[in-house]
C-alpha cells in the first residue's frame, strides 16, 4: 500500500526504495516488547499500552546504532505513529513537523490493522476502515496522502456484494480511480427476488 501511494505521488525511484524499505521496516522495534505483550490477546491496560508504544523508538534507534542505512528510513521508522494534530508518538510532532513518508506508512499501518483479523476481533471490511481514515483527515492523517491513498486502495474491491440505498443488493464489477466511492455496480436483488441469473 505504502508504495503504492507513493507511485501515485510520482516519487521518483530512489525514494519510493527508500519507502519500501522504512514500510519493511516500521514495526522492526517491536522486537524489543515483550512477546506476550505482543500476544495479548485482549486490550492491553494503559501501563502496556506506554510499553508498546516504545517501538517506534526502539526501531529507530535500533536502524542508527546498528544498520548503516539512510536517515529518511530511520526517521519514516520513528515517525510512522506521529500525528498532524500532535497527539501521535513518540515525539509529539505536528503536520508538517511528520515525515512523508512516516505519514504514507502511518495509514497504510492503520488500515492493515483495522483490515486484519486479530485474537479479539474480526477485521474491518476495506470500506469500514476507508470511512475511518477519511474520518480522521487533518488529525490523524494528512489530508493529501490520504487523497493518494484513495486513488490507490478501493473501499469496495470488484466482487464485493453491497447494499444500494433503496434497498436493492448489487455487486460491485468495475472501481474508478477518480470515483473510488462510486464503483459501477450490477443489481443481483431487488426485494428478496433475484434480478436475473449472476455468473
Known amino acids: 500500500i505504502s508504495m503504492s501511494i507513493g507511485a501515485y505521488m ?18 522492526l522495534g517491536k522486537l524489543y516488547i515483550p512477546k506476550e505483550l505482543l500476544n495479548k490477546p485482549g486490550k492491553l491496560t494503559l501501563h502496556e499500552m506506554e510499553i508498546m508504544k516504545t517501538h517506534a523508538r526502539e526501531g529507530y534507534l535500533h536502524l542508527t546504532n546498528k544498520i548503516q542505512i539512510s536517515d529518511d528510513i530511520r526517521t519514516a521508522v520513528l515517525d510512522h505513529h506521529e500525528r498532524p494534530d500532535g497527539t501521535g508518538y513518540p515525539l509529539g510532532k505536528k503536520s508538517s513537523e511528520i515525515s512523508r513518508m512516516g505519514s504514507i506508512i502511518s495509514i497504510a499501518d492503520v488500515y492493515d490493522a483495522l483490515t486484519s483479523d486479530r485474537p479479539y476481533r474480526s477485521g474491518k471490511s476495506p470500506s469500514e476502515a476507508i470511512e475511518y481514515i477519511m474520518a480522521k483527515v487533518n488529525s490523524q492523517f494528512s489530508e ?13 474491491p470488484v466482487g464485493t456484494l453491497v447494499e444500494l440505498s433503496n434497498n436493492t443488493t448489487g455487486i460491485v464489477m468495475v472501481n474508478y480511480t477518480d470515483a473510488v466511492l462510486r464503483p459501477k455496480v450490477k443489481v443481483i436483488m431487488e426485494y428478496d427476488e433475484k434480478v436475473e441469473p449472476y455468473v
Open 144 to 156: 493529501k496522502i490520504v487523497n493518494a491513498f484513495l486513488k490507490k486502495i478501493a473501499p469496495y
Open 10 to 27: 510520482n516519487m521518483n525511484r530512489l525514494t519510493l526504495n527508500k519507502l519500501g524499505i522504512a514500510a519493511f521496516l516500521h514495526d
